[in-house]
């Protein structure tokens, strides 16, 4: 018989992560090695438990699912980590899957496809929801177009002036995955793959001012 499947689960919500490990308890398949209430927490059972799977909510306390997600990268930690949340925007599904989640599920996803989510994560394979799944397919079949928002303007200026994602998003008070976000859809409307590029090509647009 094949070993279970090990389990941490991440939610600031203490009512959520009984739920959950209830639910996996129930089934031999899976063993919940234990939970975290932030993304500091996950970090570190994941680097002492050695868990297979960690199903990580984004909005936490402290630091957030998005920026365990990019540490435990950092760290080279083995685990795969599905993504569970409530929330299908661009701003929080585009930053958890470039920082590294395996999958990305909603809540309200029903047990049996939360079993084979995480069954699949652990696995290695991509895991997407069907409304995430429309919305990143919706990205690649229709690329953002148009003029930049004001807001994506003042990203790129902070960025061509020498400014990190982090010193961006302190400056203008919003999260470096918001500041994220907002880089990825300047390059699909500028049509580049990186800040460097961007900035060049914003400077020929004469968006930035006459040039670098």
Do not use: C, W
Not at 8 to 32: N, Q, T, W, Y
Not at 187 to 205: I, S
């Amino acid at each position: 018989m094949n070993r279970p499947i090990k389990l941490v689960i991440a939610d600031d919500h203490p009512v959520v992560r009984d739920g959950l490990s209830s639910m996996f308890a129930a089934d031999e398949g899976f063993e919940v090695l234990g939970e975290a209430a932030d993304g500091a927490e996950a970090v570190q059972l994941a680097r002492t438990l050695e868990p297979d799977v960690i199903l990580m909510d984004l909005r936490m306390p402290g630091m957030d699912g998005v920026a365990a997600i990019t540490e435990l990268a950092r760290q080279g930690n083995a685990a795969r980590v599905l993504v569970l949340t409530t929330y299908d925007t661009d701003s929080h599904v585009l930053p958890a899957i470039e920082a590294g989640a395996t999958g990305y599920l909603l809540k309200d996803a029903p047990r049996a496809e939360l079993l084979r989510a995480v069954r699949a994560a652990a696995r290695g394979e991509a895991v997407l929801s069907p409304s995430v799944a429309a919305r990143l397919m919706s990205r690649v079949r229709k690329p953002a177009a148009g003029p930049l928002s004001e807001r994506e303007l003042e990203v790129l200026g902070l960025v061509a002036a020498g400014n990190t994602n982090r010193e961006a998003a302190a400056r203008l008070f919003i999260t470096e995955a918001t500041v994220k976000s907002h880089l990825l859809n300047i390059y699909a409307k500028l049509g580049v793959n990186d800040r460097a590029a961007a900035v060049a090509e914003a400077f020929n647009r004469g968006l930035l001012g006459s040039g670098p």
